[in-house]
């Protein structure tokens, strides 16, 4: 092969073995490598690794290796032996204790995310997310769709308090929001964004509105103190039931979920209910106007055609939306992270 041929076969090479990698992630995540490095004074050799996991010595050392190659894990071999000790990705991100941990997120994606993209072409062809191919289960509405059980559900709800642990901070203080006395999140779950924004802005009232199975997730499997008197849980269905009167009303990671039928439909009622003067927040991760990246947002929009009914949007298709819905006033601000923030007011 020549250069430009054996460039473009590495490239191909490193696609085909995505999967591979994120499964060395998952699979070390699982068996708590990253915890029981960060446990230990100083690296482990891969025997003491092994048997404080309880798995097979020539597995574990296997598994070690690509998790150094992937700048997962750190390699110490001075005095003749080799000793792993975590990265500062992987401490921050990877360990149970660490305040920023996803660990919980990434346990959703290894669980339930990955078994739907396996049926990825089926979803091409037909249009529709894959939750009957997956799990032979048959999926009706998003509840049904993404908790397949009250542990899938929390486990989810975890795995959104840690994105927010991360990105909360930034969405939140995008606009000044202190001007909305009443904020409310809908689709809030366990109102891991909420405490975010009334960290910033204590002198807001917060409520999260989620369908009744999330609230009851909440009260029975959450131990949450601090939202007492902070931010109330109300339970129902934004798509019927009455929406609770606010000045502002949050919809991340929302939108997204929904085709636009059903995202004008639930605008118009935010729209209906939302006090004069008051407005919107969407939070969510932006295609460029061209459709052609970044590339995180092209995969995140893949997602939600297997596993939802949405997809990710551009800006001016979210501006037509909000802008069909009564909005006015739109606003957007780039975070520079994943997920970005418009600002509409009625």
Not at 111 to 121: D, E, K, M, S, V
């Amino acid at each position: 092969m020549d250069s430009a041929e054996d460039g473009a076969f590495h490239l191909l090479n490193q696609h085909c073995n995505g999967f591979m990698v994120s499964q060395v992630l998952f699979a070390a995540c699982e068996l708590g490598v990253f915890d029981i490095l960060a446990e230990a004074p100083e690296p482990l050799g891969s025997a003491v690794v092994a048997t404080r996991l309880g798995t097979s010595h020539r597995g574990t050392e296997l598994l070690l290796d690509a998790c150094v190659s992937l700048e997962l894990l750190t390699l110490d071999t001075r005095g003749g032996g080799a000793r792993y000790g975590n990265t500062e990705l992987s401490r921050t991100f990877l360990t149970r204790t660490s305040p920023k941990s996803q660990l919980n997120m990434l346990f959703y994606l290894a669980t339930t995310t990955y078994q739907c993209w396996a049926h990825l072409a089926n979803a091409v062809r037909e249009g529709k997310n894959q939750y009957t191919k997956a799990f032979g289960v048959h999926s009706e509405g998003l509840f049904s769709a993404i908790y397949r059980s009250e542990t899938e559900c929390q486990q989810f709800m975890l795995g959104l308090q840690e994105v927010w642990s991360v990105h909360g901070g930034a969405v939140m203080a995008a606009f000044d929001l202190s001007t909305f006395p009443v904020i409310c999140d809908l689709g809030g779950g366990s109102g891991a964004l909420a405490r975010a924004c009334a960290s910033l802005y204590p002198q807001c009232s917060l409520l999260v509105f989620d369908m009744p199975e999330v609230v009851n997730t909440v009260n029975t499997q959450f131990s949450l103190p601090e939202q007492q008197g902070l931010i109330s849980f109300l339970e129902g269905d934004f798509f019927k039931d009455p929406l609770p009167e606010a000045d502002l009303y949050i919809l991340a990671r929302v939108l997204h979920d929904w085709t636009d039928e059903k995202c004008s439909h639930l605008l118009a009622r935010i729209h209906h209910t939302c006090k004069p003067g008051g407005g919107i927040l969407v939070v969510e991760s932006l295609l460029d106007e061209d459709r052609r990246g970044p590339l995180t947002t092209q995969l995140y929009s893949l997602n939600m055609l297997v596993q939802t009914e949405g997809r990710e949007r551009t800006a001016a298709e979210y501006y037509a939306l909000v802008s069909l819905a009564g909005f006015q006033d739109f606003q957007l601000k780039k975070t520079g992270q994943i997920y970005d923030v418009i600002l509409a007011r009625k």
